[in-house]
């Protein structure tokens, strides 16, 4: 007989503490990718296709890692996501030490699997959750988060002071202190989730019958098809794409429209960390919401912060304390909108084939947000940082009537 209550727990602990270090190597790493670039490929230029890289490894990784996940349980999958992740880290430093930057972007790539482990961590605490504590559970696991991402950017600087005498290049120092962070995540997983919580809740949902089509329904196609079926995984899997996409879009060129209008960097540093905060900090807030009040409301306060926080940063011309409010009010919305769309998600599909459309779920948006991220700075180059605000905005405009649609019904 599993003793439910203290499995929860202990798994609770291990994710927590796998996402603080997690996080904590992902951004020791990210903090000077765009400097290590711009060394290695000696252009400003092509400074932005490190993170961009990671970007697109984290959404390449996504299914394949789900797909082990399906076979074999979250805790090979978490593992082998770490591992690749400190690999990857290893072969940024080796690149920067080489001088190659196509090597650097491979190593970027695979380095993306650390982010990938993090984001598929806050299913993991779902799989046992009981579905009036899911947004709670999944909300934890983000907020721990909040302080690897604290302490990362600032530890990157001793980290590279500390490969000066190895002959490695000092912004690369950041992503060796990454490899090992990962590497003792690792570790930590593969020794302490046990039981392991997806292969735990496939047991339970098959002793009450939840689990009747058996491995058959835990192929990627029965993930696609429990999507298809689901208008409320639909909503779901477009509310973490929608979220994602529009709060990387604008975040990632808000450094730039600062630095044009003036603003130095540490201002801009502290505008970025004021986001941070809003994305992570307040993540435990919207999963207690997105229980108490619904995963709908959740999503419909989602559509509205990151829709004021559009307007604001988009007509703050001068203004820092005006973006400033409009970055924090963005991963505010980031927050709501993960945190319930994931919730929703999980809600919405069969046991068997969770691990499968969770998967999909974090190809999709990190595609739609890597596609993002990178027409972000044609579309300021070309017409603004206002207007992208705007673009921003109207990505919101479906999910604002497919959760429309989906209040109507439940009326």
């Not at 703050?316 to 400033?324: K, L, N, Q, W």
Request: proline residues 4%; positive net charge; contains cysteine.
């Amino acid at each position: 007989m599993v003793a439910l209550p203290s499995v929860r727990r202990r798994i609770t602990a291990v994710l927590i503490a796998s996402q603080i270090l997690g996080g904590l190597g992902v951004a020791i790493g990210i903090a000077l990718a765009s400097v290590l670039a711009q060394e290695v490929s000696g252009t400003e230029a092509l400074s932005g296709l490190a993170p961009t890289s990671m970007v697109a490894g984290t959404a390449l990784l996504s299914m394949p890692l789900a797909a082990l996940m399906t076979a074999r349980g979250r805790r090979p999958g978490l593992v082998l996501a770490y591992v690749i992740g400190a690999a990857g880290a290893g072969v940024v430093v080796l690149a920067a030490v080489a001088g190659s930057f196509p090597l650097l972007l491979v190593g970027m790539a695979a380095f993306g699997a650390g982010s990938s482990a993090n984001l598929q961590a806050r299913f993991a605490a779902a799989d046992l959750a009981e579905p009036a504590h899911r947004g709670r559970a999944i909300s934890t696991v983000v907020w721990a988060t909040t302080i690897g991402a604290v302490l990362g950017p600032n530890i990157a600087a001793p980290a590279g002071r500390s490969v000066t005498g190895m002959g490695v290049p000092a912004a690369a120092g950041p992503f060796l202190w990454a490899a090992g962070v990962f590497l003792v995540s690792a570790v930590m997983v593969a020794v302490l989730l046990r039981p392991d919580p997806l292969l735990t809740a496939r047991a339970l949902a098959a002793g009450t019958g939840e689990d009747a089509e058996g491995k058959r329904g835990r192929s990627l196609r029965a993930g696609i098809r429990a999507v298809r079926e689901s208008p409320r995984a639909r909503l779901a899997l477009v509310t973490v794409t929608a979220s994602h996409t529009t709060m990387v879009s604008i975040m990632s060129m808000t450094p730039v429209a600062l630095s044009h209008h003036g603003a130095g960097i540490q201002l801009i540093g502290l505008v970025i960390s004021g986001h941070i905060a809003g994305m992570y900090a307040f993540s435990p807030v919207m999963g207690w919401l997105s229980d108490k009040l619904g995963r709908l409301s959740v999503i419909g306060l989602a559509v509205g912060l990151l829709s004021c926080a559009a307007l604001l940063a988009g007509t703050a011309g001068g203004s820092h304390g005006r973006t400033a409010a409009g970055l924090f009010l963005l991963g505010l919305g980031w927050s709501a909108g993960l945190v319930s769309g994931s919730a929703l998600l999980t809600d919405s599909v069969p046991q068997a084939a969770r691990a499968a459309v969770q998967g999909l779920s974090d190809l999709t948006m990190n595609t739609a947000a890597g596609v993002g991220g990178a027409a972000a700075g044609l579309i300021v180059a070309g017409a603004g940082y206002g207007w992208l605000n705007a673009v921003g905005a109207c990505l919101l405009l479906p999910l604002a009537v497919l959760a429309l649609r989906s209040l109507s019904k439940d009326r």
